[in-house]
């Protein structure tokens, strides 16, 4: 089945420690996304790319990295973690930009830090 | 500020009653999804909704789109402890590859 699939499901790190995280996808899709969802909250569009034009949201911290090396994979690096980023961090992918905009969601990497 | 507002934030209700989430927004919308997403995991795209007074069927849910497509509802019947989620409305407008998220509805229906 087509999907999106992130690595790991569950990451522990260290203050300060950098820590990466994986999403493939197996759709196709030109457009891939990283949120950040705190508990119960909204996610929040961290930054996305439109094939690998790089899209950066004005209040995503320098801390945070993406690299999208081919269509199927995007990285979400953390340089140097604190203890406010610890959340739920999610890909998502959508065929193409543009008013429709169906996102289809990973099952999301929960990030603790100690 | 939010441009997509849900309501109510929360609702407990006891398994075969009914409920409604709303998402009101005084932007237009060129479309509007729904997104149900169960604790740990990603949010799974239920309904996308596009045209002004569109009502969508998915079972026991009814999705609404307002006329002037700002805002829309989510109506379950006869709810189960497996509709039990938090809810997410997120617009699309008409230019741009974004999604604006409401705040969520957290769900739970007790047996």
């Known amino acids: 089945d087509a999907m999106v699939i992130q690595n790991p499901r569950y990451q522990v790190t260290q203050f300060g420690k950098p820590v990466t995280l994986s999403c493939s996808q197996t759709?196709?899709?030109?457009?891939m996304y990283w949120y950040q969802q705190k508990s119960s909250q909204a996610p929040k569009l961290l930054f996305h790319y439109y094939d690998k034009d790089f899209n950066n949201e004005a209040d995503t911290p320098d801390n945070f990295q993406s690299r999208r090396p081919n269509t199927s994979f995007c990285f979400l690096d953390i340089r140097s973690p604190g203890l406010g980023d610890a959340a739920m961090y999610l890909c998502?992918?959508?065929?193409?930009?543009?008013?429709?905009?169906?996102?289809?969601f990973g099952p999301g990497t929960r990030l603790t830090v100690l | 500020t939010q441009l997509l507002e849900q309501s109510p934030q929360f609702l407990s209700i006891q398994e075969g009653e009914n409920l409604t989430v709303y998402c009101n927004s005084s932007?237009?919308?060129?479309?509007l999804q729904w997104y149900r997403q169960e604790p740990g995991e990603g949010p799974v795209l239920l309904v996308t909704v596009v045209t002004g007074g569109e009502v969508k069927k998915l079972k026991r849910l009814t999705f609404q789109f307002g006329d002037a497509r700002k805002d829309s509802s989510l109506h379950i019947t006869a709810a189960q402890p497996g509709d039990t989620g938090l809810y997410l409305c997120?617009?699309?407008?008409?230019?741009?590859?974004?999604?604006?998220f409401g705040g969520g509805t957290r769900v739970l229906v007790k047996p």
């Open positions: 998502a992918t959508s065929p193409q930009a543009g008013a429709w905009n169906e996102q289809f």
């Open positions: 932007s237009v919308f060129s479309s």
């Open positions: 997120a617009g699309a407008r008409a230019a741009g590859n974004k999604l604006t």
């Open positions: 759709l196709n899709h030109n457009v």
